[in-house]
């Protein structure tokens, strides 16, 4: 779909038609595989194909589209057997949605390895760099995005 070049802004979905929270919805339902297709995400939302199709690439949710509390987390750890799970479940403590796992082969005994969270306002990128960096077989933490 072309770009129309209009603004984009953001409204309390209270002032918006129905049609658009039903929209949001089916989408939601689409992206978690709730509904297997479109047609199945209308019916449940009690909307027409002809409306989604209409609105579905022209509205997002707000924490969707435009969440900040993204971060990389940038690793070097040593090559030993479960020093990534014990991230992975320290990361899972924190609250953090894991977007991407990017680790090198190691070099020298350890491994680089790049990870990508989505981190919710009950933590910090402080926090999350300063328990992985209290786990077994972590060499380095480095944030390389985030706040």
């Known amino acids: 779909m072309e770009d129309s070049g209009g603004r984009l802004v953001i409204v309390s979905e209270q002032v918006l038609p129905e049609i658009i929270s039903k929209v949001l919805e089916a989408k939601r339902l689409r992206a978690s595989g709730e509904a297997a297709n479109s047609a199945e995400a209308c019916r449940a939302v009690g909307i027409s194909r002809s409306a ?3 609105y579905k690439d022209q ?4 924490e969707e589209q ?3 509390r993204i971060a ?3 690793l070097v750890l040593k090559d030993e057997k479960g020093v990534l799970s014990s991230i992975i479940g320290k990361l899972y403590e924190l609250g953090a949605n894991i977007l991407t796992i990017n680790q090198n082969i190691p070099v020298d005994s350890v491994a680089t390895v790049t990870i990508s969270v989505k981190y919710d306002s009950n933590c910090s990128t402080g926090r999350i760099k300063a328990e992985l960096a209290g786990l077994r077989g972590v060499v380095d933490v480095r944030m390389i995005a985030g706040e």
């Open 52 to 54: 989604y199709y209409k």
């Open 59 to 62: 509205v997002w949710a707000y």
């Open 66 to 68: 435009f969440s900040n």
């Open 72 to 74: 990389s987390v940038y």
